[in-house]
């Protein structure tokens, strides 16, 4: 008895771990894709999986769809119980993290080149699919670091719009100057790094050596860089943190907006005052624009047992199809060719040169899976502290970059 | 018939708690295999982790702000509900009905109240010329916030001292006020004595609770923009700290060393109010 009871147990956990899976009923394949919930693009999604699904009728997608903000925690869950699903989100952000688990997808996108054309993609984009000589996912969008700006302010007050050519100065002047009683000339993004480390590049310095085994934020560039991000709130022409319009650029009362993310484009669209179009960011001392590029992709897990079908999925999540459907609900068109169709084109932003301006200078972040602890656990609450407290940048980096060495010290040492 | 219970006690409590006291010896990272590291995890945490004190500090401060304040506001509504009023039934229930209300979603609602610029509570001070302050983005008002937050959720606190309020004697309640003993007295001289061994239970549960607190701080850091923990770590608490490790950063071993030091904590503080309730809780049987 208790022999059978084992050999049922063993059998149990034998088919939980099978990497072996048979077709359904109707003899179709089933590719299982791990969706992070987006009320803004869900029904998109469910409209492109039931034309790839009427397209391929041998493969069932079956969408596990899981809140965003637990969507790693529930990836390497899944991946650690050795069920990790067939295809995934996995932006370059998270790539250094995830490649352990990736399916290299070189010898498919090679067989495939045609159809997955590469060279479709912008410059800036193909670097990043092709990061390391390998390709380990297609991408679907894409955010650039941007300057947004109101239109109706600017002319309310006689100012000439931002151009390409701007520097640190012209947008400080700038924001000084539409900053009025109601007014703000600008924002000030706090909560993580899309601003601050812009500015950091800006002035020519980084928050990593190029090998990213030692934090350099405390360099006086680098420095520099946090300075001129404090002295927004200093010189009065952007809120301190907690002050100024809750819902911010979209409240219409900021002129700029450093380093918004392309993902607001819809919102601000629906805004019906917001007169708002944008501009590459302003060059720092450096001559860097500094702004980040960072791709939003899906890749197949290594284990997958429909590798094939679900490279089909991928392609077509990344084909021209999709890209316009994407650009249709508000995304920045990742194709050059859906890109010249102009489908949003009566649509703000109108400067759509912009986008190809600070697609030239846009920098990744760093290839590390320590990056995102370091920048968000180790960083943040230091230039959290310089924004809200009497703490000076200088101090601010120091502190950062020791915490920072401190962590790749003892990870490197084997704490965990 | 005790099998089944000792049983579930080595699965699921017991064994899960060696496993954790393993892992903290280890590099465990979920995807791969745990090589062990001797003490680096603690000595990590304990030397050189720049978070590890902080959230032991903020929780250390938020346990002292909010269980005295939990529990005075527990009990004077204990005492407001014990009195013969009518619709005391109904008041209870209004007064216990936070508690049933999910941390999350309490900490969105608090995180409105509180939101600098529109929030309710800055919009009520404006009303009388007070500029409040950045509750949700200064690391000086962050924690108190969460300890404004948490006298709320009393409702548990205050059923228990209702009923030990219930249980305070009558007579010798009678005997002080023929006696001429004013309120103040009967319930200093009276009341309060029988009431200690609720007030320290009440006190045990509470610090447990406040040492673990996790749920309120996490939704508030994350409706508010600040950030998990944010701003500048102010609303780290131990348990969030935990948490970001394991299942942020999927550090097990680093994760599992927090867990089994807090187990020492909480054994060690629950260890010394036992010590020092001799000299304050009254012991119907020792007396």
Avoid at chain 1, 256 to 284: F, S
Avoid at chain 1, 306 to 311: G, H, N, P, V
Wanted: charged share 20%; hydrophobic share 45%; proline share 5%.
């Amino acid at each position: 008895m208790r022999l059978l009871n084992w050999a049922i147990v063993s059998l149990v956990l034998a088919s939980g771990c099978s990497h072996h899976r048979t077709a359904d009923a109707n003899g179709r394949h089933t590719v299982i894709w791990l969706y992070p919930i987006d009320v803004g693009t869900q029904e998109m999604t469910k409209q492109l999986v039931a034309k790839f699904e009427k397209e391929n009728p041998d493969i069932h997608i079956e969408v596990q769809s899981v809140p965003g903000s637990q969507y790693q925690t529930k990836l390497k869950t899944l991946v650690a119980a050795g069920e990790a699903p067939d295809v995934f989100v996995c932006g370059d952000v998270y790539l250094a993290y995830l490649k352990p688990f990736l399916s290299d997808l070189t010898d498919l996108a090679t067989r495939d080149a045609k159809e997955v054309n590469i060279e479709d993609y912008y410059p800036a984009v193909q670097k990043l699919v092709k990061r390391d000589g390998h390709i380990y996912f297609l991408p679907q969008w894409f955010n650039v670091s941007l300057l947004y700006y109101n239109k109706k302010l600017f002319d309310d007050a006689k100012e000439p719009y931002p151009t390409g050519s701007w520097t640190w100065e012209d947008y400080a002047r700038t924001a000084k100057r539409l900053t009025s009683k109601e007014i703000w000339g600008s924002t000030v993004t706090t909560g993580w790094w899309g601003e601050w480390l812009t500015l950091v590049h800006g002035a020519g310095g980084d928050l990593f050596n190029s090998e990213v085994t030692k934090a350099t934020l405390d360099t006086p560039e680098a420095v520099k860089g946090l300075s001129f991000y404090r002295d927004a709130i200093k010189q009065g022409f952007a809120p301190s943190p907690g002050n100024g319009p809750s819902t911010g650029f979209a409240s219409g009362k900021f002129a700029m907006d450093y380093g918004g993310h392309v993902g607001l484009w819809a919102t601000y669209r629906q805004i019906p005052n917001l007169d708002w179009d944008i501009e590459a960011l302003p060059k720092g001392p450096s001559g860097r624009r500094g702004g980040e590029i960072s791709l939003t992709a899906l890749g197949i897990s290594k284990s997958s047992p429909e590798r094939e079908s679900a490279w089909k999925f991928v392609k077509f999540m990344s084909s021209q199809e999709s890209i316009r459907a994407h650009v249709d609900r508000g995304y920045l068109a990742i194709r050059r060719s859906v890109a010249a169709e102009k489908r949003d084109k009566d649509l703000a932003p109108k400067n759509r040169g912009a986008v190809e301006r600070a697609l030239e200078s846009a920098e990744p972040i760093p290839s590390s899976k320590d990056f995102i602890e370091i920048a968000l656990d180790l960083v943040q609450p230091e230039i959290d502290r310089m924004l809200t407290e009497n703490i000076s940048p200088a101090q601010a980096a120091k502190r950062a970059s020791d915490a920072a060495n401190s962590f790749l010290r003892a990870t490197n040492g084997g704490a965990k | 018939m005790i099998a089944p219970a000792t049983l579930g006690l080595l699965l699921f409590t017991l064994g899960p708690m060696l496993i954790s006291l393993y892992l903290s010896f280890t590099d465990y990272d979920v995807v791969s295999k745990p090589n062990f590291v001797g003490l680096a995890n603690y000595h990590y945490l304990l030397m050189a982790d720049p978070s590890f004190w902080v959230s032991v500090k903020v929780t250390a401060m938020y346990a002292v702000g909010s269980v005295p304040l939990g529990l005075f506001a527990a009990l004077m509504v204990a005492m407001l509900l014990n009195l013969d009023i009518p619709f005391k039934g109904a008041f209870r229930t209004l007064y216990y009905l936070p508690t049933l209300l999910p941390a999350t979603v309490s900490g969105v609602l608090w995180a409105w109240i509180f939101q600098p610029t529109d929030g309710l509570l800055n919009r009520m001070l404006a009303q009388v010329g007070v500029t409040g302050p950045s509750w949700t983005q200064s690391p000086s008002w962050a924690l108190p916030a969460l300890v404004i937050m948490s006298i709320w959720s009393y409702g548990g606190s205050m059923v228990i001292f209702l009923a030990g309020l219930q249980e305070s004697p009558k007579a010798l309640n009678e005997a002080a006020a023929l006696d001429g003993a004013n309120a103040w007295h009967r319930f200093r001289i009276v009341t309060w004595p029988a009431l200690t061994p609720v007030v320290f239970f009440n006190l045990i549960m509470g610090l447990i609770g406040a040492m673990k607190a996790f749920d309120q701080a996490f939704s508030f850091g994350q409706s508010n923009g600040a950030g998990i923990g944010g701003p500048a770590r102010a609303t780290l608490f131990y348990v969030l700290n935990l948490y970001t490790k394991a299942f942020e950063h999927f550090h097990m071993g680093l994760a599992s060393a927090m867990a089994w030091i807090l187990f020492a904590i909480i054994g060690l503080i629950t260890f010394l109010n036992f010590r020092l309730s001799k000299r304050w809780v009254y012991d119907e049987a020792a007396s």
